[in-house]
């Protein structure tokens, strides 16, 4: 079984911290909480485990959201973070969206729906990783096709229907006395 979600809830108000922390633990989620920017970066960097998740308020007295997220990409911490506030302004959504986040909820919402906006945005990141993970091996395999195919003592060609060479590797010059170019 895997663990719980990892979500660090980032708001500068307690009452709607320690709420929206019961109804997200009771949701499924384990929820630490942060009463601001600064906070809330300390204890991403501490966090054990990691944050999953970054619920992350964009006015606060310290440290703003945009502050925060601009903070996280200037480290170089890529989490997922979604925006919940009740700032809605173009601009500013604008810049949370450049900055990295992955959504934004505006206050106040609905409870299913933020919850169903969670574990979307989880599910987006983890197809987002494991389609990194892949695009790194094959890239691995790709490398690794080529050097033993350009470090074969044989020579390795591919034609077309019309046995046209398409390929052919640096070995066919010392072979053959061709140059790849004269023979495609």
Do not use: W
């Not at 922390?21 to 989620?29: M, N, Q, R, T």
């Not at 970066?41 to 998740?53: C, H, Q, S």
């Not at 007295?61 to 506030?85: A, K, W, Y």
């Amino acid at each position: 079984m895997s663990p719980l979600p990892h979500i660090l809830l980032v708001d500068d108000e307690p009452l709607l911290l320690q709420s929206c922390k019961l109804l997200l633990e009771v949701a499924g989620f384990s929820v630490s909480t942060a009463t601001g920017g600064v906070d809330a970066l300390e204890k991403i960097t501490t966090a054990n485990p990691p944050v999953d998740l970054l619920l992350l308020d964009l006015n606060m007295p310290d440290m703003t959201g945009l502050q925060v997220l601009g903070e996280l990409r200037s480290r170089n911490m890529e989490i997922c973070t979604v925006v919940l506030s009740a700032e809605t302004g173009f601009e500013t959504v604008r810049k949370a969206f450049q900055l990295g986040a992955y959504d934004y909820v505006r206050k106040p919402y609905e409870f299913d729906e933020l919850v169903n906006r969670l574990k979307s945005t989880l599910q987006k990141r983890e197809m987002e990783v494991s389609f990194s993970h892949l695009r790194k091996q094959l890239e691995r395999s790709e490398r690794l096709h080529r050097f033993m195919i350009e470090s074969s003592p044989d020579i390795i060609f591919i034609v077309d229907r019309d046995g046209n060479f398409r390929f052919v590797n640096d070995r066919v010059q010392d072979l053959l006395g061709y140059g790849k170019e004269e023979l495609m």
